[in-house]
């Protein structure tokens, strides 16, 4: 398990700079075995040195490209597979480990009742806020937002990746078990962040 100071959805990206001889060793661990680990978010405390206090709910990553510099850190980049939910924390010996559930998704294509809406939606306003953040002069990712539309959960995920949410609000995302519900709760943060975009260049 590697409790971090952010949230990795499923489908999203997490590069990390492996630098605490424990989580080298888990890198270790990990590359050895193909073996994938559990990204939570630390609810208190800090990413180094341990004693902090995590949430239960959080993504399987994987490993898809790995550089170990002289030193002996790791640089890693990871893509999120599926939630899961810890059922019990272990000792962090020699590294965090806990036993978990792999959580399951529902299904829910593109095609239900009011899902294309809500997709089309959700991508006109992550659009519209990566639009107003260019326009103050901050980096932003590419305007030309394209979500998966024939997959309602997996665009929530995307959605939920590329918007500018805390971590207490992507914590709660993520455990969001509605892929719908999670769109339209993504509609409703996006709307706010338009709101106080649209004030700071009104000179607010």
């Not at 609000?169 to 709307?191: F, M, S, W, Y």
């Amino acid at each position: 398990m590697f409790p971090l100071g952010t949230v990795l959805f499923p489908y999203g990206v997490l590069p990390l700079h492996v630098f605490e001889p424990r989580y080298r060793l888990m890198t270790e661990h990990c590359l050895a075995a193909d073996a994938s680990f559990g990204v939570v978010l630390i609810e208190r405390g800090s990413e180094v040195g341990g004693g902090d206090t995590r949430f239960d709910v959080g993504t399987l990553a994987r490993i898809v490209r790995a550089g170990q510099l002289p030193d002996g850190r790791y640089v890693l980049a990871t893509v999120g597979v599926r939630r899961l939910r810890v059922r019990e924390w272990l000792p962090d010996d020699p590294y965090p480990q806990a036993e978990v559930e792999l959580l399951d998704d529902p299904v829910a294509d593109g095609t239900g009742p009011g899902a294309p809406e809500r997709c089309d939606a959700v991508t006109r306003l992550l659009r519209r806020v990566l639009a107003l953040r260019a326009e103050l002069g901050e980096p932003v990712a590419d305007l030309t937002v394209e979500l998966t539309a024939d997959d309602v959960t997996r665009a929530g995920y995307e959605a939920a990746a590329l918007g500018p949410f805390g971590p207490l609000d992507a914590q709660a995302l993520l455990e969001l078990d509605d892929p719908l519900a999670r769109l339209a709760r993504i509609e409703e943060l996006l709307g706010d962040e338009i709101r106080f975009l649209e004030f700071r260049l009104a000179g607010g």
